[in-house]
């Protein structure tokens, strides 16, 4: 991540109407009662920040990212998304607390901290995110953790909170930023209000699918190549989308013991450098090699666990953003799913599977087909938001996610950020959730189980490290005998 001016900062435009993609989380909370769709972020700090220049980071923050002062109101009679709306009594005071850590401020402890903070719902009638700054651990470090609605971000836009909140150098200034204001409604409008806003938002919704499909003909005839492989991937796209909905779902013993209600959260640091001097003699990506590996944890641990299961259905989110949306709040995500082999012993045949999966995913098109399918929703009422959202949930195991963030060291208010982890929630019936996150040199990953189906989480991250020694050690024999004549 570069250092950015303020106008590279700057925020889009923001309907108040709650696009789709981001109210299929926001439906998801009430659809599935255990599960809070929330992402969380955790700052490692080398000190306590200046309290001066943190808030003029939030300032700098809610400026340009005028969503983090708004709440949601549901549209009349939920037919509709949601509205964003101005929260007139934000209190930043609410979002952006100050708390210590009891003696001695282990990692241990500020992890058992934030596990139950995230697994506390959000409340609905403010702006969907908190802010904990936490001292008191030891060595005189210290912490910030942020606490997202998954309505309201998405891991990459989470970059955006990230980079107005911090700078490239130790004493760099925040710019002076004059505030973004979206397209404002009130909150206090009556139902009638709100429902004629709701009929003239589906009717230019409406009118544009329409004008759309009216000059589609037109479009094709000035670019036929163009249109002919938009088509094709987007056709491509649907038929993978498809396939995945009629895979038959995997149940997995050892959900069935949690509940979905408690977090358990732990943390994983992996050179970057590493991983690339195991991935390059394999031929594989990143992505296929974290899978691997994740598929390799899983198999141990169910061996351990003397549990037979010979695949998990892995959920993988992808980035449909743009370069001119990394700067802005709201999802612009896609999924596919992975079937982790987990009573594969060998890890170049796992590696393997995956790779074949992957690349499947990837032929498909199947990210080209959520921007094609959003368009349509806009105009379903929330009854349907709530049975897509728990139609989807109820076909994954498990769920790993990869976000590419800063390359170098960033500052927050003087401190050094030493670690930067991500972590997504788990549910009922998903009881491990895996992010990572790339910064500085280092990939960060962040681990979040239930205690209750998976008692023992600390297994998680020593079996990845087992998991991940085997690949290591593929590739080094791979080397070898490339090397040898």
């Given at each position: 991540?570069?250092?950015?001016?303020?106008?590279?900062?700057?925020?889009?435009?923001?309907?108040?109407?709650?696009?789709?993609?981001?109210?299929?989380?926001?439906?998801?909370?009430?659809?599935?009662?255990?599960?809070?769709?929330?992402?969380?972020?955790?700052?490692?700090?080398?000190?306590?920040?200046?309290?001066?220049?943190?808030?003029?980071?939030?300032?700098?923050?809610?400026?340009?990212?005028?969503?983090?002062?708004?709440?949601?109101?549901?549209?009349?009679?939920?037919?509709?998304?949601?509205?964003?709306?101005?929260?007139?009594?934000?209190?930043?005071?609410?979002?952006?607390?100050?708390?210590?850590?009891?003696?001695?401020?282990?990692?241990?402890?500020?992890?058992?901290?934030?596990?139950?903070?995230?697994?506390?719902?959000?409340?609905?009638?403010?702006?969907?995110?908190?802010?904990?700054?936490?001292?008191?651990?030891?060595?005189?470090?210290?912490?910030?953790?942020?606490?997202?609605?998954?309505?309201?971000?998405?891991?990459?836009?989470?970059?955006?909170?990230?980079?107005?909140?911090?700078?490239?150098?130790?004493?760099?200034?925040?710019?002076?930023?004059?505030?973004?204001?979206?397209?404002?409604?009130?909150?206090?409008?009556?139902?009638?209000?709100?429902?004629?806003?709701?009929?003239?938002?589906?009717?230019?919704?409406?009118?544009?699918?329409?004008?759309?499909?009216?000059?589609?003909?037109?479009?094709?005839?000035?670019?036929?190549?163009?249109?002919?492989?938009?088509?094709?991937?987007?056709?491509?796209?649907?038929?993978?989308?498809?396939?995945?909905?009629?895979?038959?779902?995997?149940?997995?013993?050892?959900?069935?013991?949690?509940?979905?209600?408690?977090?358990?959260?732990?943390?994983?640091?992996?050179?970057?450098?590493?991983?690339?001097?195991?991935?390059?003699?394999?031929?594989?990506?990143?992505?296929?090699?974290?899978?691997?590996?994740?598929?390799?944890?899983?198999?141990?641990?169910?061996?351990?666990?003397?549990?037979?299961?010979?695949?998990?259905?892995?959920?993988?989110?992808?980035?449909?953003?743009?370069?001119?949306?990394?700067?802005?709040?709201?999802?612009?995500?896609?999924?596919?799913?992975?079937?982790?082999?987990?009573?594969?012993?060998?890890?170049?045949?796992?590696?393997?599977?995956?790779?074949?999966?992957?690349?499947?995913?990837?032929?498909?098109?199947?990210?080209?087909?959520?921007?094609?399918?959003?368009?349509?929703?806009?105009?379903?009422?929330?009854?349907?938001?709530?049975?897509?959202?728990?139609?989807?949930?109820?076909?994954?195991?498990?769920?790993?996610?990869?976000?590419?963030?800063?390359?170098?060291?960033?500052?927050?208010?003087?401190?050094?950020?030493?670690?930067?982890?991500?972590?997504?929630?788990?549910?009922?019936?998903?009881?491990?959730?895996?992010?990572?996150?790339?910064?500085?040199?280092?990939?960060?990953?962040?681990?979040?189980?239930?205690?209750?189906?998976?008692?023992?989480?600390?297994?998680?991250?020593?079996?990845?490290?087992?998991?991940?020694?085997?690949?290591?050690?593929?590739?080094?024999?791979?080397?070898?005998?490339?090397?040898?004549p």
């Amino acid at each position: 991540m570069t250092t950015a001016s303020p106008e590279s900062l700057r925020a889009l435009e923001l309907a108040p109407r709650m696009a789709p993609s981001d109210a299929l989380f926001w439906y998801a909370e009430s659809a599935l009662p255990t599960l809070r769709p929330i992402i969380g972020g955790l700052f490692v700090l080398d000190r306590v920040p200046d309290p001066e220049r943190a808030d003029r980071g939030w300032d700098v923050a809610l400026a340009l990212l005028p969503r983090l002062r708004q709440r949601v109101v549901e549209a009349p009679l939920h037919l509709g998304p949601p509205e964003w709306v101005e929260d007139a009594h934000f209190d930043r005071a609410y979002h952006v607390r100050r708390i210590s850590l009891p003696a001695p401020g282990t990692h241990r402890q500020l992890l058992d901290l934030i596990s139950a903070v995230l697994a506390t719902p959000l409340d609905h009638e403010r702006p969907l995110w908190e802010a904990y700054a936490i001292e008191g651990l030891e060595g005189g470090r210290a912490a910030l953790f942020l606490k997202l609605h998954h309505a309201l971000v998405d891991g990459v836009g989470a970059l955006a909170i990230l980079k107005a909140l911090t700078r490239s150098h130790r004493d760099a200034p925040h710019p002076t930023v004059a505030p973004r204001r979206p397209a404002r409604r009130r909150a206090d409008r009556g139902i009638l209000a709100r429902t004629l806003d709701l009929a003239w938002d589906n009717a230019r919704a409406s009118s544009g699918l329409a004008w759309r499909a009216a000059t589609a003909p037109l479009r094709i005839a000035r670019r036929p190549v163009e249109s002919a492989e938009w088509a094709w991937r987007t056709a491509r796209g649907v038929r993978g989308v498809l396939a995945e909905l009629g895979t038959p779902k995997i149940e997995d013993p050892l959900a069935r013991g949690g509940s979905g209600l408690s977090r358990r959260l732990d943390t994983l640091e992996l050179p970057l450098e590493r991983l690339r001097k195991i991935k390059a003699p394999l031929g594989a990506t990143l992505n296929d090699l974290v899978l691997t590996a994740l598929a390799g944890t899983l198999g141990a641990y169910y061996r351990e666990r003397r549990v037979r299961v010979s695949e998990l259905s892995c959920m993988v989110p992808m980035n449909l953003r743009g370069r001119d949306e990394r700067d802005t709040l709201g999802n612009r995500v896609g999924t596919f799913q992975i079937m982790l082999p987990l009573r594969e012993s060998r890890p170049e045949r796992r590696l393997a599977r995956i790779a074949r999966q992957t690349g499947d995913a990837k032929r498909d098109r199947r990210g080209a087909a959520a921007p094609f399918l959003a368009q349509p929703l806009g105009l379903l009422p929330g009854l349907a938001f709530r049975w897509l959202a728990r139609e989807a949930l109820s076909r994954v195991n498990v769920c790993c996610t990869n976000v590419p963030g800063p390359a170098e060291r960033r500052y927050l208010a003087g401190a050094t950020v030493d670690g930067l982890f991500p972590f997504v929630s788990v549910v009922e019936g998903m009881p491990l959730a895996v992010a990572l996150l790339s910064y500085a040199g280092r990939l960060e990953i962040g681990i979040d189980t239930d205690p209750e189906a998976i008692p023992d989480a600390h297994r998680i991250a020593e079996l990845f490290e087992q998991s991940l020694d085997e690949l290591e050690a593929l590739a080094q024999a791979s080397g070898r005998q490339r090397r040898e004549p």
